[in-house]
């Protein structure tokens, strides 16, 4: 981890930077989800089309961190996050100001490298700021914020969106980034790389590491179906339920405060049995799925729905993350770096399928896409059973935060 000298208060100060830098580079990635009906509308484009913004950006996110990471591994930590946030405000700016959907789309593609390089090392960068007895509590501060991010941010940004439209929302969204930035340049100290990765080192772990393995095909299914359903809730609710903007407001609200919630629990049930907290999450996810597809056209039924998908989606997202690094604990970063590509690009994926379905079947048959694909990632975890767990010592086990504990 490196020399801890820095002070606690500045230490911790630093851990919550980069939570707030995770926090505007995940809500940048899927605000999106939450603006296609309008924007689609604004740009004059069709709504499987628009979704195109969530899958160039998860594609570079995914592919490009493996390299650009080993290429930067002698540029300071400090530095490289910065120049990140920097590019992140820079390309919300663009965004919002765009002439022309292509402009778009090519500014969300070079935002997408440097999201891929922000979720490999900057788990790793928080764990440096503490004192080593401390790291495991600083990992799981800034996991643990994954899930409120991604549930948190595409109501926000439907929120602004009604008040204002979508350009401010992405606008507002580059201030946020720039104070996000100043506050990292501020706050977090200077760390020099201390755990660079090859990219050999990266691909090569798969093949030797069994249960990670496992791990990564898992990710792969739930992230596909998830997204790709996800992607499409506000054209299937203003289709199916006649879902008012307000409507579907509310209704992502709910869903984000599930996650919260499934968030919360998970940080509890992984250290008792991280399997079995994903095993109970992935049903979960099937099950909302399947409620929105036969009640869900009704406001009651949609609001039962997207509870229950919250909150499963909220202890699916810890689990999978504490079950990445239980799996590969010597190889940190280098599992870091296959989780953001397997995230990433199923997210990319996941969109991309679902706008073909959408377009070309409609927006149902995109839900039974998060069906089949959420289904089978459970199937995969219950056939290999125990080859998904490992037991990780806790560097601090009288953190409350949830630790990288397993079965």
Do not use: C
Not at 51 to 77: D, H
Not at 358 to 377: C, I, K, M, N, Q
């Amino acid at each position: 981890m490196g020399e801890h000298s820095h002070s606690t208060a500045r230490g911790w100060l630093g851990v919550a930077a980069i939570t707030a830098s995770l926090f505007a580079f995940l809500t940048t990635e899927l605000m999106p989800v939450g603006l296609l009906t309008p924007l689609s509308g604004s740009l004059g484009i069709q709504v499987g089309v628009a979704a195109l913004m969530v899958t160039l950006y998860g594609v570079s996110a995914g592919l490009g961190v493996t390299f650009i990471v080993a290429w930067t591994r002698r540029v300071n930590r400090r530095v490289l996050l910065s120049t990140l946030l920097a590019i992140l405000a820079l390309g919300n700016l663009l965004t919002a100001i765009s002439p022309n959907y292509p402009v778009v789309l090519t500014t969300r593609l070079i935002m997408g490298f440097a999201s891929g390089v922000f979720w490999a090392i900057g788990v790793s960068m928080a764990m440096r700021l503490v004192p080593e007895r401390h790291a495991s509590r600083a990992a799981a501060i800034v996991m643990s914020g994954i899930s409120i991010a991604t549930v948190v941010g595409i109501p926000l940004g439907t929120v602004l969106e009604n008040l204002t439209d979508w350009r401010t929302t992405f606008l507002i969204w580059a201030g946020l980034s720039l104070l996000v930035f100043l506050a990292v340049a501020a706050i977090v100290p200077s760390l020099p790389s201390a755990n660079a990765v090859s990219v050999r080192e990266v691909f090569g772990l798969p093949r030797t590491n069994v249960p990670l393995r496992f791990v990564l095909v898992t990710v792969v299914l739930f992230v596909l179906g998830h997204f790709g359903a996800y992607t499409f809730v506000r054209p299937f609710l203003e289709e199916n339920a006649s879902a008012t903007p307000t409507f579907i407001t509310v209704v992502l609200i709910i869903f984000g405060i599930g996650g919260a919630a499934g968030n919360f629990i998970a940080g509890y049930t992984v250290n008792r049995s991280l399997r079995g907290s994903f095993i109970v999450g992935a049903v979960g996810l099937v099950v909302s799925l399947l409620l929105l597809l036969t009640i869900g056209a009704g406001t009651a039924g949609s609001v039962v729905a997207l509870v229950l998908w919250g909150l499963s989606f909220g202890v699916v997202q810890l689990s999978q993350v504490n079950m990445t690094l239980a799996a590969a604990p010597e190889t940190f970063e280098a599992a870091m770096s296959l989780n953001t590509m397997a995230y990433n690009t199923s997210i990319a994926l996941g969109a991309l399928f679902g706008g073909l379905f959408a377009d070309g079947l409609g927006v149902t048959s995109v839900v039974w896409f998060g069906v089949a694909l959420t289904a089978a990632s459970l199937l995969v975890m219950l056939a290999t059973g125990r080859k998904t767990a490992r037991t990780v010592p806790a560097a601090d086990e009288s953190a409350a935060s949830p630790s990288l504990i397993t079965d």
